[in-house]
């Protein structure tokens, strides 16, 4: 089974009225109002990739990949989808692969550039562009417990720390 066959199929058991016509047009509307209005709708999808995202330990998420295939009932996709990804990158709960940095520039340079994406510098009205134009995306929950696997297969093989990670 593919593993878009698979999500579809693991939805269908997680939201038992997945394929109720009047939620699904509740649950696909775009985002309006004050965000007490739409925060329910928000907290279901955020919940929901990350319950795909962990049942499947998918590390990398694409949004045209959620848009195409796992929330895509017959050619109708959450119109908040993007809001979505949004609110959860502003969170912290995803993040660009490029928001990683690259190791080989320095350190120095690497905390610089996280001192300035948590003050917001880099955070523009034009942030949902950034995100979807970005079509690999990093669901930090996932990220933080891929490191601490990795944290605990070299605390049981006798690493020190004076051993290198590459």
């Keep these: ?30 985002f309006s109002g004050q965000r007490s209005d739409w925060e329910p709708r928000f907290r279901f999808w955020r919940d929901l990739i990350i319950k795909i995202a962990r049942n499947f330990r998918f590390l990398f998420l694409s949004p045209s990949q ?11 996709v959450p119109l908040c989808l993007n809001d979505v990804l949004l609110e959860m990158y502003k969170s912290g709960d995803l993040l660009r692969v490029s928001d990683l940095g690259d190791p080989r520039s320095g350190r120095s340079s690497w905390i610089l550039q996280k001192m300035m994406s948590f003050s917001g510098v ?32 070299l605390s049981e093989s006798h690493w020190t720390s004076s051993c290198i990670i590459t």
């Design 122 to 153: 880099f955070r523009s009205s034009n942030s949902i562009d950034i995100i979807l134009n970005d079509d690999r995306l990093i669901l930090s929950k996932i990220l933080e417990d891929k490191a601490g696997q990795v944290i605990q297969t």
């Design 66 to 76: 959620m848009k195409n295939s796992w929330f895509n009932r017959g050619g109708l």
């Design 1 to 30: 089974m593919s593993n878009d066959l698979a999500v579809a199929e693991f939805i269908r058991e997680l939201v038992p009225d997945w394929d109720d016509e009047v939620m699904a047009t509740a649950r696909f509307k775009a």
